[in-house]
């Protein structure tokens, strides 16, 4: 079974600083994508970064990147610039086929 | 254009009723999904559904059940309704195993 762990239920980081949100997950397979999701006060969940299991480049989209470690089964969401706007649950979810798993989330809060 | 989009968003009820939950997509994915999300934000799966095959969730009471008339919709249909049903449902839809998920913007279902 896929299992995704989310070890931070909290995170806070001061506004224009830089935080990261940690991501395990376990699979036997070499096949699959890794995402994180943003879900604000709003509750739409929103696509925040995807990354292809066999690409080793990490994906970067603007202020948001990752640290894929395929090896460590790790897959960490950076945030840089942060600004009041990223303030929100962020869902680490892995895909295997048409089957995607979430983990329970971390609560970011943005300082001013 | 909504890519995926539920009805109601909000819906209070009281325990022993029927209610549904439409979903409708227009993104031409083949495989849609129902979570559910808890008071405490974790995310579970209930179904996948395509054209071929329904996967459901071993722990989904059978008072549960999807209905699709066609692709582009999957219905959830919930009988005898119990307290223990409050949550945020979302439908979701992807495309074959290469894309990430979209999400409808949630029913909040309350059953008083």
């Known amino acids: 079974a896929q299992t995704v762990t989310q070890s931070q239920p909290e995170m806070s980081v001061q506004e224009a600083e830089t935080v990261t949100l940690s991501c395990t997950y376990d699979t036997s397979e070499s096949d699959y994508y890794l995402f994180w999701y943003k879900q604000p006060p709003s509750r739409q969940m929103i696509l925040v970064i995807r990354?292809?299991?066999?690409?080793?480049q990490n994906a970067t989209e603007n202020r948001f990147s990752v640290n894929f470690q395929k090896a460590a089964k790790s897959f960490s969401l950076k945030i840089s610039d942060s600004q009041l706007g990223d303030a929100a649950m962020y869902f680490c979810?892995?895909?295997?086929?048409?089957?995607?798993?979430f983990g329970t989330g971390t609560s970011l809060t943005v300082i001013p | 254009d909504t890519a995926v989009s539920q009805t109601p968003k909000y819906l209070v009820t009281q325990m022993g009723n029927d209610k549904s939950i439409k979903c409708e997509q227009n993104?031409?994915?083949?495989?849609m999904y129902w979570y559910k999300q808890d008071s405490k934000k974790f995310l579970k799966i209930m179904f996948s559904?395509?054209?071929?095959?329904?996967?459901i969730n071993e722990t989904v009471p059978n008072r549960f059940s999807p209905k699709s008339p066609d692709k582009a919709h999957l219905n959830l249909h919930i009988n005898s309704l119990e307290l223990g049903d409050s949550a945020v449902y979302f439908c979701?839809?992807?495309?074959?195993?290469?894309?990430?998920?979209?999400f409808g913007q949630g029913t909040r279902l309350t059953v008083v």
């Open positions: 979810a892995y895909r295997r086929r048409n089957q995607f798993y």
């Open positions: 990354q292809e299991a066999y690409k080793q």
């Open positions: 979701a839809s992807s495309r074959g195993d290469v894309t990430e998920a979209f």
């Open positions: 559904y395509n054209n071929k095959e329904l996967i």
């Open positions: 993104l031409g994915h083949d495989t």
